[in-house]
């Protein structure tokens, strides 16, 4: 096996190098801080890899992105969002009678505990679907004791079925709670974006005509935000879940981190940035010369990656969907026009040539969003519904992983030196 050697003071220690299957390469320092004290330092984890896992491959140098290694672009094409779901998770796409059975769990999980709806009244009516949608799938663990063991593969399989099918409906309520408008019980006939469609826009003295464009491009989107390896959320569903703690709790806490203007928090940003560009006539390059300026925080949302240094290909196929279905409705959208020409101005800055800056995900989602009538601030929930899968893959993987540790990184300490405890007459 190839091995690399570290050299500290006289000593020579070698450290085997791993080797992924698309040839990617991994220096073990596993041994480490046993044969040398030290530990090493590496802020935001960005030389770090924390697992060996065999859900996504993801080449951000090439813009490749592999689900159990088929093409993001095939399964865009061919597949559904469930069918996605069952791949991450269980490994393989599903033949016909694993897919009926896995379809029919799920659409008949879908309504939740009449007691969580109590949950609705005690937020404030404009409190964020994200914080609303962590904590009530968080509370889920109170409903169902009986599926907390994570050791049980009968209580995780039924965990996985809850989760999927019930984000949608405790989405949909927070939103329904935050119009005043009644909540919408699932209907178990609808397909799964449909079903989501109808709890949001459907009224009970009015069915909404679910658009098949619509439910389509939702679809999906859903796919293409299923599972992105070790990103913020998923790492921190995977760190949750390394303390043996349950499935619900995990994914509570990933949603949270996914809220963040830097992670999927970022898509309702765009839109507002868009907005506000429009709304200030269009001056484009000022913009992008705020987000060049080292002295202004400002950013241009919706670009940039850690992992892609080229085109995400995740937006190319979301641009796609997004005229699409801009085409199909008839809707003429003045911000896609901000964010094309936006998107042309960056693509020929010298600053974003230089920094491998190019739209992500993000950049074109919310405007689908928004086409669909879904508001701003649910844009990181329809994240975190289609992410529900990636995570749930990637919290399994590590119950299963023979090598399972608690995650627990170390630190430099930094603070004062060992100090005697001040009485208070003493203090200045
Ligand atoms: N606009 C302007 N400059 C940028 C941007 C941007 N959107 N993104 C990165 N840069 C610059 C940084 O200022 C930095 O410059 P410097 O080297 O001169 O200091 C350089 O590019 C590298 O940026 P980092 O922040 O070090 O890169 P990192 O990998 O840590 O961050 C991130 C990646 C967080 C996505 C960043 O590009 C960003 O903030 N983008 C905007 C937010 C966004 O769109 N997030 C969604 C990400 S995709 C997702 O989560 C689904």
């Known amino acids: ?54 859900i996504t491959y993801l080449n951000g140098e090439e813009g490749i992105l592999l689900y159990r290694g088929i093409p993001i672009e095939q399964i865009a094409e061919n597949s559904t969002f469930l069918e996605t779901s069952y791949l991450l998770i269980y490994g393989k796409l599903p033949n016909q009678k694993e897919f009926d059975e896995f379809e029919d ?43 907390l063991d994570v050791r049980n593969e009968r209580h995780v399989e039924i965990s996985i079925h809850r989760l999927i099918a019930k984000l949608p409906t405790i989405a949909a309520y927070s939103y329904k709670k935050s ?18 469609l109808h709890m949001m826009f459907s009224v009970p003295c009015e069915q909404y005509p679910v658009s098949p464009v619509i439910s ?19 790492s921190t569903v995977r760190l949750v879940g390394s303390s043996m703690c349950n499935l619900f709790a995990s994914v509570s806490a990933g949603i949270y981190a996914l809220w963040g203007p830097l992670h999927g928090g970022a ?3 765009v839109i507002e940035m868009l907005r506000t560009i429009y709304d200030g006539g269009g001056d484009l390059q000022k913009y992008i010369d705020k987000a060049k300026d080292k002295n202004d925080p400002f950013r241009l949302m919706g670009f940039g990656h850690r992992v892609y240094k080229n085109f995400d290909p995740r937006s190319r196929i979301i641009k796609k969907v997004c005229d699409d279905v801009l085409n199909k409705l008839g809707i003429h959208e003045p911000l896609l ?37 879904i508001p701003i601030n649910m844009f990181p929930v329809l994240f975190a519904i289609g992410r529900m899968p990636g995570w749930i893959a990637q919290w ?9 540790k608690i995650g627990r990184p170390r630190q430099i300490y930094v603070g004062p030196p060992k100090t005697d405890y001040t009485p208070m007459e003493e203090r200045k």
């Open 267 to 269: 898509n309702q940003q």
């Open 337 to 373: 026009e901000i964010a094309l020409k936006l998107e042309e101005v960056a693509l020929k800055d010298e600053y974003f040539l230089e920094k491998k800056l190019y739209p992500n995900v993000d950049f074109y989602s919310g405007i689908i969003y928004k086409a669909m009538n």
């Open 179 to 196: 119009i005043g408008q009644p909540f919408i019980y699932p209907c178990n006939t609808l397909d799964y974006c449909n079903n989501f």
């Open 105 to 147: 769990n799920i659409y008949h999980h879908t309504m939740i505990h009449e007691s969580a709806k109590a949950f609705y009244d005690g937020f404030p009516t404009n409190a964020h679907p994200m914080a609303v949608c962590s904590a009530v799938v968080g509370a889920m663990a109170t409903f169902y004791p009986d599926s």
């Open 1 to 54: 096996m190839e091995t690399a050697k570290l050299t500290w003071k006289e000593k020579t220690i070698d450290l085997q190098i791993e080797e992924g299957v698309m040839g990617e390469k991994g220096i073990d320092i596993s041994t480490l801080r046993k044969s040398t004290g030290m530990i090493t330092m590496d802020p935001g984890f960005v030389n770090t890899g924390a697992c060996k896992s065999a």
């Open 396 to 404: 399994k993987e590590l119950q299963e992983d023979k090598g399972f």
């Open 216 to 234: 389509k491009a939702l679809d999906v989107l859903l796919i293409l935000h299923a599972d992105h390896e070790q990103n913020c959320s998923t």
